[in-house]
């Protein structure tokens, strides 16, 4: 056994609450994507880097994209601001292979929103809710070392209906203590790529400072490689087997079914 | 019970290839949307009407679509001359809840990809291939009134992979003379729209004449049928449940798991 | 369009909490199966009877599932009670095209198990719960009729994790008072038949005197017919198509893949 | 990053036809689970062993599930003569979180449709069918190594439908000379167990020394190893949240939904 390749990770974020709430800012000094990044870093078998919105291209240049298996995105006031054309190229290397772990109000993201066809819309409220993340996969990789639930003792509400696809895998659904629930942890292939949603992260909260918050990052960014790297293409196919030689075939009239 | 109501179908086309290929034009006189719509128009619950591209507004207006409760699509060269602000109206209204049939080349139309969320790329072969498209699902209504499997004498070739979201529910797979498998019937909901994709349908074949595939078209209309018309929203939502009085309590550090 | 047809209900329950506790006699004296199954009555489309597992056979003949379109199942302290030979003739019916919906304790029904092949198992408390149910795909036929969501002022608790397959459908999830959640209502298809599970209903409470609870039993009743009766078989099935003379191929060395 | 661990594969199988029919014998003559196991032996980080019908209990004692990460299955002529107890507790590791690779015939064995709770019947021929297998998601662990497709010259033909639970994933179709499509490699989990069902390996052909077989069977052997194990319960939970103080609340009319 080869040992296993050292994952490329790029935390993408807004930056743009920390610069202009100064409660966001005193949780979040340095951005919430350099919190995620910190605490990714912690891993051996990760390689982290950032990229913020601000940034030429937005940070997600052609050679950031080349060099990255798994694309973590946070984004929130500012999500018509990413250019489409970087939005278009994260989007191919999605399809292409690379991971997506989609954050919080990444739910309205451009890129989040062209990966599900979906309206991605929800319920919220901020408020003080206790929000209780309960783990519906247990076997899941995501959920890995968590126990049967976990909670964050302040956050912003999203509620159901939720307006997403079917998930291939639903690993959390959230309790919240105003009365509402959330399918708060999904995943989705599109091409040969993997996304992982999960939902905590509301920018006034120090949800990326907790512990199990940031095991289910990493888990869903381990999950989310799939070191694949395949273009589409949609190829004219000679046939593998003899054809009928009637050249008129096309013409003649269809047959029935048994 | 109150009589089941009319159901107001709309069958899109481009209406190109038989305006400059005699041999669409004689299979399809009037044009593949006048043969599909006059198969589903023998049908007494149907309400039947077509529109094409080079109508105003590509002959989707908001008055044709507030009349439509299921459209059907047939597009292959033109692809890219559907007005943008088209596909954003037909979505808009599939994730209010109407149905769409997307057929055959519809696999690359925009508003397949965007609702799908995929490359929706595939292999093919226009050749003369057998095809056989076997029911995997038989209780399924779209599947209702076939046997185990219909055949076209000739069709063009779809082949895997074919790169869609994995179906809700997969109905019909088809066998390939010249060696390939395709999923050529399969279902998704996005939004409170149900959409069907049926894969027969190349302009040069009679497919369109064929009793199995007129009969699952009008299945598949059926089916798509939801009866509603759901705004897309994202509501800011007033707790149900009394919440914490603490207005700090999202600044107290988070809560670990059990 | 000919008439809709009359869909036929059987009811089914143990019926013997309700004969021995006093309490659950007074909510329901001539036991639940007959409050289901009067509520079902209401509606001129359905056609219903009752049967319980006291009677010869458990109430379920093969008479008796010949005449019946939909099976209701409410069990809970007598599980093991059923005949294994009846759970098997059900499973048969089922598999033919029968629906069957399957309320609260039901989940640990020798025949819900035997359908899902999997544990079947969650955790519960009996107290003061409030249960609120979300719809989280609201245009299902199951939903219609609902708000966005519904409450039971007082309930047994049923919690995550629930040991089900993937359902093909989420319809409900419930939030509770104690801080659980549940997916609290699914669909699944097995063989030719479809199977509904819906949550509430514990029997000291009035659950199924609640217009929302009657209402989504209805609704998934019809949801639940296929009108379909189609033996299971394993057929040797003649080729359609050439194949090789080559007698001795089986033992040919297997080809590389491209 | 600790090493990964060894995986502890076990290779069932009946062992029959190799000491009846010499055809059998002449391409197995250890066994087909012998050929099996020495593939997978190939892989430094699997550990196999292998059991067989007649070995006491089944080859399959709770000493040996105990030390079993992953069970591979080949079943055919024999599947009554596995002892229900024995089936019992294969399930009961499966629900823990013990991987299972179920081959070819397997597909009507007590212990696969037990775990699938579906029918499980197929369309089937012995006669010269080629079988071609194409990979329908590239990006599926199970499919690394693999071209688009991969072919088998000769094997037994299989054909839809196949009567299955939806697949969470499904990974190949296979095209077969006579005309016929099926579904050839699909996944499910039940429980805390991942299970993988891979349709190749008629016994009276060289199927299981076959490169790409062999690769198949070994990338769902990982695919399938959860490292879990986590014994199935029906907890009674005690409330997390204050719940109301009125013990006769479960008494009161239910309220209805806004």
Same mark, same amino acid.
């Given at each position: 056994? %080869? $040992?296993? !390749?050292?994952?490329?990770?790029?935390?993408?974020?807004?930056?743009?609450?920390?610069?202009?709430?100064?409660?966001?800012?005193?949780?979040? $000094?340095?951005?919430?994507?350099?919190?995620?990044? +910190?605490?990714?870093?912690?891993?051996?078998?990760?390689?982290?880097?950032?990229?913020?919105? +601000?940034?030429?291209?937005?940070? =997600?240049?052609?050679?950031?994209?080349?060099?990255?298996?798994?694309?973590?995105?946070?984004?929130?006031?500012?999500?018509?601001?990413?250019?489409?054309?970087?939005?278009?190229?994260?989007?191919?290397?999605?399809?292409?292979?690379?991971?997506?772990?989609?954050?919080? %109000?990444?739910? /309205?993201?451009?890129?989040?929103?062209?990966?599900?066809?979906?309206?991605? %819309?929800?319920? *919220? &409220?901020?408020?003080?809710?206790?929000?209780?993340?309960?783990?519906?996969? #247990?076997?899941?990789? @995501?959920?890995?070392?968590?126990?049967? /639930?976990?909670?964050?003792?302040?956050?912003?509400?999203?509620?159901? #209906?939720?307006? @997403? $696809?079917? #998930?291939?895998?639903? @690993?959390? @659904?959230?309790?919240?203590?105003?009365?509402?629930?959330?399918?708060?942890?999904?995943? *989705?292939?599109?091409?040969?790529?993997?996304?992982?949603?999960?939902? !905590?992260?509301?920018?006034?909260?120090?949800?990326?400072?907790? $512990?199990?918050?940031?095991?289910?990052?990493?888990?869903?960014?381990? *999950?989310?490689?799939?070191? =694949? &790297?395949?273009?589409?293409?949609?190829?004219?196919?000679?046939?593998?087997?003899? =054809?009928?030689?009637?050249?008129?075939?096309?013409?003649?009239?269809?047959?029935?079914?048994?």
């Amino acid at each position: 056994m %080869s $040992p296993t !390749p050292l994952l490329r990770v790029t935390v993408w974020s807004e930056f743009r609450h920390e610069k202009k709430n100064p409660k966001v800012a005193a949780l979040y $000094p340095l951005g919430m994507h350099r919190t995620i990044a +910190d605490a990714l870093g912690q891993h051996a078998d990760l390689v982290v880097r950032t990229a913020t919105l +601000d940034e030429p291209e937005n940070g =997600l240049t052609v050679e950031v994209l080349e060099q990255t298996d798994v694309l973590v995105w946070w984004g929130h006031m500012a999500h018509g601001e990413v250019a489409d054309e970087v939005v278009a190229r994260v989007r191919a290397r999605v399809l292409e292979g690379m991971g997506l772990v989609v954050l919080h %109000s990444g739910h /309205y993201s451009k890129i989040f929103k062209s990966l599900m066809g979906d309206t991605c %819309s929800l319920t *919220w &409220r901020e408020a003080t809710d206790k929000e209780r993340l309960w783990v519906v996969c #247990p076997s899941h990789p @995501i959920a890995r070392g968590l126990g049967p /639930y976990f909670e964050l003792s302040a956050e912003e509400m999203y509620g159901e #209906p939720f307006g @997403i $696809p079917t #998930p291939d895998e639903l @690993i959390f @659904i959230s309790w919240f203590t105003g009365g509402e629930v959330f399918r708060s942890g999904a995943t *989705w292939r599109r091409g040969n790529g993997k996304i992982f949603y999960f939902r !905590p992260g509301h920018e006034t909260y120090p949800t990326y400072h907790n $512990p199990q918050v940031q095991l289910v990052i990493a888990n869903g960014v381990r *999950w989310a490689y799939s070191g =694949l &790297r395949i273009a589409d293409s949609c190829l004219n196919q000679a046939a593998l087997e003899p =054809l009928p030689i009637d050249a008129e075939a096309g013409l003649r009239s269809t047959e029935g079914h048994r």
